[in-house]
């Protein structure tokens, strides 16, 4: 049976093509951030640095927030305290709750929020973060309050096993490498482009 060489090597190079976008796609630079909601150092480098860099890179990341929080266990039972109060530990529970159960890009909308908008001596702007996100603040209370929890529990246990030294700390690929954070921390979207195998556009001037 005679085969049409040029079909067949047309038919491979689109192949070929096809492959190659889909490892692209696929290709992302792992980014962890671990945190706490109500952390000066850590506000300013998610609304500054993280959020920003997010919105124009948000395609080539795979982005994990870590929130950060002391939990203990005593005869069974789990407990959570956070350095900057009840307040914080909600703030790390509803955030969980967002980037567990909503695509990351609106998860993180919800965060930036709730960062910019939160303010000494008054609720958490749980509510309000909801409505700009466009997500339901309902089923994130209902989250919250039945699998926040074990949500703050695993996040402790992977921060403890990692050895964070210090918040925010970052980190890429899950390598603990403190060179690799205090270049985030100084100039993030910079770090971030570094390491990127594919350059997009936006990384252009870095």
């Known amino acids: 049976m005679c085969i049409n060489m040029k079909k067949l090597l047309c038919a491979v190079a689109l192949l070929s093509a096809l492959c190659l976008c889909q490892a692209r796609a696929t290709d992302k630079l792992k980014v962890t951030i671990y945190y706490e909601t109500l952390c000066p150092a850590c506000r300013a480098f998610i609304l500054t640095d993280l959020y920003p860099a ?3 890179l948000g395609s080539y990341l795979d982005l994990e927030m870590v929130p950060y929080q002391w939990c203990r266990e005593s005869e069974g039972e789990w407990t959570c305290m956070c350095q900057h109060g009840n307040d914080e530990c909600l703030g790390n529970t509803y955030a969980s709750c967002a980037f567990a159960n909503y ?8 965060m930036h929020c709730v960062e910019q908008e939160v303010a000494p001596d008054e609720p958490m702007p749980f509510k309000q ?3 700009q996100a466009k997500i339901s603040y309902e089923d994130l209370k209902y989250c919250a309050e039945t699998e926040g929890l074990e949500m703050l529990i695993a996040a402790f246990k992977k921060a403890q096993d990692f050895k964070v030294p210090y918040l925010p700390f970052s980190s890429f690929n899950d390598k603990f490498d403190k ?3 205090i270049e985030a921390f100084k100039d ?3 770090a971030v482009c570094r390491r990127l195998s594919n350059r997009p556009k936006a990384c252009s001037t870095e």
């Open 54 to 56: 997010y919105s124009e």
């Open 188 to 190: 993030f979207k910079k």
């Open 103 to 110: 695509t990351t890009k609106v998860a993180l909308e919800f």
């Open 129 to 131: 973060c909801a409505k």
């Open 179 to 181: 060179s690799a954070d």
